[in-house]
């Protein structure tokens, strides 16, 4: 059974930093496209940061320049360094896993980041 399993997340002061990362199990991880997104309060889900099996990237606007994702293939992980971190930024984290084209998507549980004024 796929598992997704965030950490890192937690309280910080505006301005500070957080790496979230997120291991996979029972996964081919190298062919997938790993993605960070994030779900304040009363908003819809949002796509934060994608990196797919070839390396490319993307970002939200809002994050470009203080949020970086990577990957280690060969620990399954996908990472999401965020720096200067503002109070808007403030929601739960959830890593995805897909592969393109086939429907295949697969969630951890969010982890929560709460940035402070």
């Known amino acids: 059974q796929v598992q997704l399993v965030e950490t890192g997340g937690g309280l910080v002061q505006a301005g500070g930093s957080l790496r979230l990362s997120c291991a996979a199990s029972?996964?081919?991880?190298?062919?997938?496209?790993m993605g960070w997104y994030r779900q304040a309060p009363g908003k819809q889900r949002e796509l934060v940061a994608r990196i797919t099996s070839g390396g490319s990237l993307n970002y939200v606007d809002s994050v470009k320049g203080r949020f970086t994702i990577s990957r280690d293939n060969a620990k399954n992980t996908v990472y999401l360094q965020m720096n200067s971190l503002k109070p808007e930024d403030t929601a739960v984290y959830y890593c995805n896993a897909a592969v393109s084209g086939t429907g295949i998507s697969h969630w951890g549980q969010g982890t929560q980041v709460t940035v402070s004024s």
């Open positions: 029972e996964i081919a991880f190298s062919i997938y496209a």
